[in-house]
């Protein structure tokens, strides 16, 4: 039984209980030794850690690497770098593989590695195709790269999306064979979680100019600044917040256009030395500084359905340092935070409303404050939690081996 996993969610007959191994390409578009977060192969890690044996084909220098994860060693490809390179070094790849044997899976995740699936699966039993998503795009707004997804989901035999909103609109709007599977992104409960360093919130306040004692309330944005992060609406509102409060952001390199708006805006509001910004950071160094913090920001416009219905990486990798978020106050998200206590909602687009979410947040006591964390880090450990849902995965690649 696998730990963590309701037991209608486990594969019928488990690989590793057999002598079935699945045979799994697994395809997309970082490569798990340089990606920001663990989301994009998080699924790779996990059948590897089951047993199956994984190959990931991914964009970046051409090479042949074997990434360490926390669940195992990760034997990765590396196709070009660009789009068009990774496209026919993938469409070669997936062509070899397909003539070579057939039962391999071809695990598909993200629209950005579906163009070469659609043109080299063709024909190929759609049982052995998978195609997982974590961002879905809605009608209109990609137009090509919609095209490939779509066609990539009518072609599949099974697809995964991580909220069921998304899911229901997808299933409507590709006029897909079934509903999708639903696998939130989540981290998994043997994930590595960082615990607070002090030396970490020493660094983040020297970055503001601030003393070592200093009594302020870091709110870490893990994200750069930008419209579909609400990221004005977030400066202003740190405007009409008292001084010690301080507002992280991460992943902004110096020179970027994002970065230089943000200079502006906050020069035009006066609170350029309360933003602290990162450059693009491992995974594991940013978890360590959000760690540091005293609430995460999770904001989203209005903006379409993508964003509307929200199930981001980001929640999990919060409550996992003990961090209550601030989210937009949309149904899907919104019921998650109230009904498991994980923070505030509020109205993404009014900088009151954030600055009142804010205070709401963090100006409770020290032991309110330390009693909330740990309770935020057994959530993450149970019920908002990879391992309950990770057996979906599991038995959709097990069908999808075995033919039935």
């Not at 007959?13 to 663990?38: D, G, I, M, N, Q």
């Not at 043109?119 to 190929?124: N, P, R, S, T």
């Not at 004005?232 to 405007?239: F, N, P, Q």
């Amino acid at each position: 039984m696998i730990r963590g996993t309701e037991a209608h969610n486990a594969p019928e007959v488990p690989w590793h209980e057999s002598r079935h191994v699945p045979k799994v390409a697994y395809c997309c578009w970082e490569t798990p030794s340089a990606a920001a977060s663990p989301h994009l192969w998080m699924a790779a890690c996990w059948l590897r850690k089951r047993g199956a044996d994984v190959h990931v084909y991914s964009a970046g220098k051409t090479s042949e690497l074997r990434v360490e994860t926390p669940f195992g060693v990760l034997n990765c490809s590396q196709l070009g770098a660009g789009h068009a390179r990774f496209q026919i070094g993938l469409l070669r790849v997936l062509l070899r593989e397909r003539m070579r044997t057939t039962r391999t899976v071809f695990y598909i995740h993200g629209h950005n590695a579906a163009p070469a699936p659609v043109l080299a699966l063709a024909f190929l039993r759609s049982h052995r195709v998978i195609y997982h998503t974590q961002d879905y795009l809605e009608p209109g707004r990609f137009l090509l790269w919609e095209f490939f997804e779509r066609k990539l989901a009518r072609r599949s035999g099974q697809v995964i999306c991580n909220e069921p909103n998304r899911g229901r609109f997808m299933a409507s709007h590709f006029r897909l064979r079934q509903f999708p599977i639903v696998v939130p992104t989540y981290l998994p409960r043997d994930w590595p979680r960082p615990e607070f360093e002090p030396e970490a919130r020493r660094e983040l306040l020297a970055r503001a100019g601030q003393p070592v004692g200093a009594d302020a309330r870091l709110l870490m944005h893990q994200g750069g600044f930008a419209g579909v992060r609400c990221g004005s609406a977030l400066v202003r509102a740190l405007a009409t917040l008292p001084a010690h409060f301080l507002l992280v952001f991460t992943g902004m390199a110096e020179g970027t256009p994002a970065r230089e708006e943000l200079r502006m805006q906050a020069a035009s509001l006066g609170v350029t030395g309360r933003i602290i910004v990162l450059d693009r950071l491992p995974f594991d160094e940013m978890q360590r500084f959000t760690a540091a913090c005293d609430a995460g920001i999770l904001l989203y416009p209005n903006d379409g359905v993508g964003n509307y219905y929200q199930a981001p990486g980001r929640l999990t990798q919060y409550l996992a340092c003990g961090l209550p978020v601030l989210a937009s106050d949309f149904p899907g998200l919104e019921l998650l935070i109230l009904k498991h206590q994980l923070g505030v909602v509020c109205d993404p687009a009014c900088p009151a409303a954030i600055a009142r979410g804010v205070r709401d947040l963090v100006e409770v006591s020290t032991e309110k404050r330390q009693c909330r964390a740990v309770r935020l880090r057994t959530t993450v450990d149970t019920d908002l939690c990879y391992d309950r849902f990770a057996g979906r995965i599991e038995q959709t690649v097990h069908r999808a081996s075995t033919g039935w």
